[in-house]
């Protein structure tokens, strides 16, 4: 069974430093990955996804990179901003025909003023 | 940007009612999914529907719930008789004709409280 596990739990950083936030998976036959950021009481916005054929994706300060052999990932954003405070999540799609995503518990980020 | 639109924000019940929960997905999208998460806890896939039939449940969707598209735009989620642990936030998502290439569309979702 896939699981999905997140670390840091949550991260608290003063705004212009560059992070990184990670994810592993236990099994590696995946389909795709994708981060996902969520705002309180709001709905998930999907930031980067990563074919599994693939090793980075990139989207502006963004940029995620997969092993999936190691079964990890992680999203490195640059220069952060008070406004990429929010919960971000990893989830992964299997291999093999299944519509599910298997999500992570998130990161939960503040960037400070 | 296009929106994948959920009605209400916060539904409150009493154990035992039915609930409906209502999704308005993006217009050009065919894949349609429910996904929810209890308090604390991580996202959840419950059920994804693909040319008005249910294509995968999880074990979580069980005979309490059902799907359906009555009118080509409109989705919903219906729980016949609800419990305490039905309590939880439920995320509408769908995607476009190309499955697994695609990003998946959220909802903001609906607030379930279950008294």
């Known amino acids: 069974k896939q699981e999905v596990t997140q670390i840091p739990a949550a991260l608290s950083v003063p705004e212009g430093e560059n992070l990184v936030l990670n994810c592993s998976f236990t099994d590696s036959a995946i389909y795709n990955l994708q981060w996902f950021r969520q705002d309180p009481g709001k709905g998930l916005t999907s930031l980067l996804l990563i074919q599994s054929s693939q090793r980075e994706q990139t989207s502006g300060r963004l940029n995620a990179s997969l092993d999936k052999s190691s079964g990890r990932s992680t999203l490195y954003i640059a220069a952060s901003q008070p406004g990429d405070s929010a919960t971000y999540l990893c989830?992964?799609?299997?291999?093999?025909?299944?519509?599910?995503?298997?999500f992570g518990k998130g990161t939960k980020l503040t960037v400070n003023p | 940007e296009p929106e994948v639109t959920q009605t209400p924000s916060h539904q409150v019940t009493q154990m035992g009612q039915e609930v409906i929960l209502r999704c308005v997905p993006i217009?050009?999208?065919?894949?349609f999914y429910w996904y929810r998460q209890i308090l604390g806890q991580k996202v959840e896939f419950l059920v994804s529907?693909?040319?008005?039939?249910?294509?995968?449940k999880s074990e979580i969707f069980d005979d309490q719930f059902s799907v359906e598209r009555p009118d080509g735009s409109n989705f919903t989620l219906k729980i016949r008789s609800t419990k305490l642990e039905d309590s939880a936030m439920y995320f509408c998502a769908s995607i476009p004709t190309d499955r697994r290439g695609e990003k998946l569309f959220f909802g903001s979702g609906t607030q379930l409280s279950v008294l």
């Open positions: 989830a992964v799609r299997p291999q093999g025909g299944s519509e599910k995503l298997v």
């Open positions: 217009s050009n999208h065919l894949y």
């Open positions: 529907f693909y040319n008005n039939e249910i294509s995968e």
